[in-house]
């Protein structure tokens, strides 16, 4: 291989890794670095559950700060601007406590699902898919449970 460093065949490589890191949503990876998408002007964390994007649009970050330095903008869907561990970076798990705590005081019993949804913002159908996805069950059945 004439006229390829041993310092960008490594740079190949790891760019290659962090692709498949992409492409597989490995959240393994979240902070460890963010890409960004060249033709959307977005960046975000491994795991985002986006389309994926074609390998010749996308640009590797080691920082947040570096993608957005570079003209990009924070995806609306995986949030990468937000803090680890914050109610912003998993939302899922934030909106599924903060549902739960309301089914134990009994909304769903008082209000019915419309009622709790209305409390957490959501839609009834996207309160049932979170709970479903995230514990096994819907707020019907949680309620019920209790």
């Not at 994926?52 to 903008?73: D, E, I, L, M």
Request: a positive charge.
């Amino acid at each position: 291989m004439e006229g390829v460093t041993p310092t960008a065949e490594y740079e190949k490589t790891r760019e290659d890794g962090r692709y498949e890191a992409v492409r597989s949503r490995d959240a393994r990876f979240d902070g460890a670095f963010f890409f960004a998408v060249e033709t959307t002007g977005i960046y975000c964390r491994p795991s985002c559950p986006a389309v994926t994007p074609k390998r010749h649009n996308v640009r590797f970050f080691a920082t947040a700060a570096a993608a957005q330095g570079s003209g990009f903008r924070a995806c609306r869907r995986c949030r990468p601007d937000a803090v680890p561990g914050s109610a912003d970076w998993n939302v899922r798990a934030d909106v599924v406590g903060r549902a739960m705590r309301l089914i134990g005081d009994g909304v769903v019993d008082r209000e019915g699902v419309a009622g709790l949804a209305g409390r957490l913002g959501y839609s009834a159908r996207q309160v049932q898919r979170q709970l479903t996805a995230e514990v096994g069950a819907g707020p019907v059945a949680l309620a019920r449970a209790q």
